[in-house]
């Protein structure tokens, strides 16, 4: 931790030390001075490193750090919803591995509640093991035996990060059930998701960004800049070959960097929770509680449904910064995406209800009217002015009403509700298509909304409030009478006072 700390600390001190060495002039003070700053650096990583220390004790998790005033962070075992962890480079390199514990209580974010960074691999897995296995406890879970001290032994856990706890080794656990291990050729489908896709582009610009940043410092000014910028303008095939030339790596850099984040993707069962592993450079390690799994989502866009593949989400209550934690499957073919979660999570077999002719309409206009109105718009204008090149846009945008109709078609089929005796779903979505498949257990009310232009259609859409962070999912444009049949349907029991007829006096 001692080299991970200033290593890390680097880019951010890059730019001050080398303004240090250029307002000095190179001279020796100059370099004194910047070596003050690494001196401190490293000094300042001491102090962390020493003054940091964790403890299990009973029931919860304590983190002390002193580093200038004493401060406590109690984490109760029984508010732990998963234990991750990640092997960085550098941690790798060392031995090293970063455990995070996820208690649900923040929003999202990378950085979870409980961090111990600099662990080694050994005891990250053995910690995470004796967290997962207490917090079942806790919650009054039958666990799995957890090893105890012997006599003489004290019951607290302590340890310096970096260095082995001093108790009584665990047996290794079993390996668990796996579900899946992606298979390396699958990960060309990446790419596919377009996530990746505009990796060139973004490492292009954060190149500019950085030469606009440190420019000063080396001497390229915003002048330089400028000028560059007009040469590159005299010279327009430079930037059409600079761009065909990001374009052609699109698919190649977006496969790679796709690979180098899902590498080796294995989803197991393992003591009540469900693990998913991934990654080449960082390898990652995210375990969900079994019993708080709600559901999944089946996501796809145009690209991934003409090659039938897929991604999936776990729906899961309580749980952080979900986008990441909660992938269970990358992309992958749709019938293996079926198959794993059918297993891991429950299989859903319900066909999807179709929805009435009102929602195509609503669709297709949605799609198709904005452009018509600009197409008139741009004709209206090039007629009356005699300026013909409003003709230009008007034809753009007659073209995109065009390529709405397929888009608006797509989006009425992926339209579908259903509910098969224990879980319900919906889908909706065209460029990103998604499909919830949700327990009825995590059902916690329904909400039927309608607009004005929906009233005018006779349609309604059918929200059900579900206990995981998501705020719902929705049933878009069902017929009136459907609306509430589904949700009658899932919970009969609570619309049952609603629904029922008064019987007639006498």
Known sequence: MLLIDPVRMLPSLFVPLVGVLFVGGFSPASFGWAAFGVVGTVVYSVVRWATFTYQIVGDRLELTRSLVSRSVRTIPLERVRGVDISTPPLHRLLGLSVLRIDTGARGGGEKQEGELNGVTAAEAERLKGVLLRRAKAARGQAPEAVPEATAGERPEVRAVPGEAVPSKPSAPSAAGQVHTAVPRKWLLYGPLSGAYLLTPFALAAGAVGLAFQWGEEFGFGRRAAWDLGKWLWTHPWLLVVAAVLLVLAMPFVGAVMYAVFNWDFTLRSRDGYLVAERGLINRRSVSLERRRVRGYEIVDAPAERFARVVRVWAI??????????????????????????????????????????????????????????????????????????????????????????????????SLGHAYDGTRLSVRSGSLRRRQAVVERRAVVGWTLRQTWFQRRAGVLTVIAGVGAGSGGYAALDVAEADGPAFAAEVTPDWLAPFTARPEPPG
């Open 316 to 413: 899961v209550t309580g749980l952080g910064d979900s986008q990441t934690r909660g992938q269970l499957l990358p992309v992958v073919p749709r019938q293996a995406a079926l198959a794993v979660t059918a297993e891991a999570v429950g299989g859903f077999a319900a066909p999807l209800r179709p929805h009435p002719a009102a929602a195509l309409r609503r669709r297709m206009f949605r799609a198709v009217a904005p452009w018509l109105f600009l197409t008139a718009v741009g004709a209206v204008t090039a007629l009356t002015t005699g300026d013909w090149e409003w003709w230009a846009p008007a034809g753009l945008a007659l073209l995109s009403a065009v390529l709405g109709v397929p888009l608006g078609l797509d989006r009425y089929r």
